[in-house]
């Protein structure tokens, strides 16, 4: 049978990563493979590093869009991987990999999944988690600094650069394509079981089969 492709998106700070994690404590890790779509930003290293920070990382031509496909191909068929590592302190890809296996279920988590359309294709559940915006702009200070190293002033002027009008022109477009927006006041087990009857309806044609 092959994996259940689940795309998880929404604004930065919206609490992708905390759903991504509440379908892997349900189901079980053995059962769940997660992707974050941050792993493939593109490698900026022959940049001069002054002006990597100052890069438009919320644009889908940030990320390395056809080894992110490749890789989703790959474990939809059945096939591991081996993820890339990101650097966001120096905006490059380190050399190491982690080897991701194909689980029952693969949770792809990020802020253009459902923008870039090769992407969204390969999904089978598409999920977009709306929050208020001041919420998650406190949420990305809060990480971007303990995280990252990131000032104050940084994270704000970058936020009002970039990620707000991607989040406009990209990000926020993109919910029309969701099968379920997923709102902060909203049982998570509405995601839970989404999810549980896509698989048992799976499991079904395959036994039929």
């Known amino acids: ?17 905390t759903l991504a994690k509440n379908i892997i404590t349900h189901f079980g890790a053995q059962r769940v493979s997660l992707i974050d779509t941050d792993s493939y930003y593109v490698d900026r290293s022959h940049l001069p590093l002054h002006e990597r920070h100052h890069l438009n990382f919320d644009h889908p031509d940030a990320l390395d869009i056809p080894l992110l496909v490749e890789h989703l191909q790959c474990l939809k068929q059945g096939n591991p991987i081996q993820k890339q590592i990101y650097d966001f302190a120096t905006h490059s ?9 194909p689980g029952e279920i693969v949770v792809v988590d990020g802020i253009l999944v459902l923008a870039v359309d090769e ?3 390969l999904l089978d559940l598409k999920i ?17 600094m303990r995280e990252r190293g990131r000032t104050v002033e940084s994270v704000a002027q970058q936020y009002f650069e970039t990620v707000r009008p ?32 896509l698989l048992d309806t799976r499991a079904g044609r395959y036994s039929k089969a």
């Open 1 to 17: 049978m092959q994996p259940l492709l689940i795309g998880i998106t929404g604004g930065t700070g919206s609490g992708k990563t």
């Open 93 to 101: 890809r380190k050399k190491e990999t982690i080897s991701v296996a």
């Open 128 to 144: 977009f988690i709306d929050e208020d915006a001041d919420v998650r702009l406190l949420r990305r200070l809060t990480r971007d």
């Open 166 to 197: 991607m989040h406009r022109a990209y990000v926020e477009p993109s919910r029309e394509k969701a099968d379920i927006i997923f709102r902060k006041d909203d049982d998570r087990q509405i995601v839970i079981r989404s999810i549980q009857d």
């Open 119 to 121: 992407v969204c294709r």
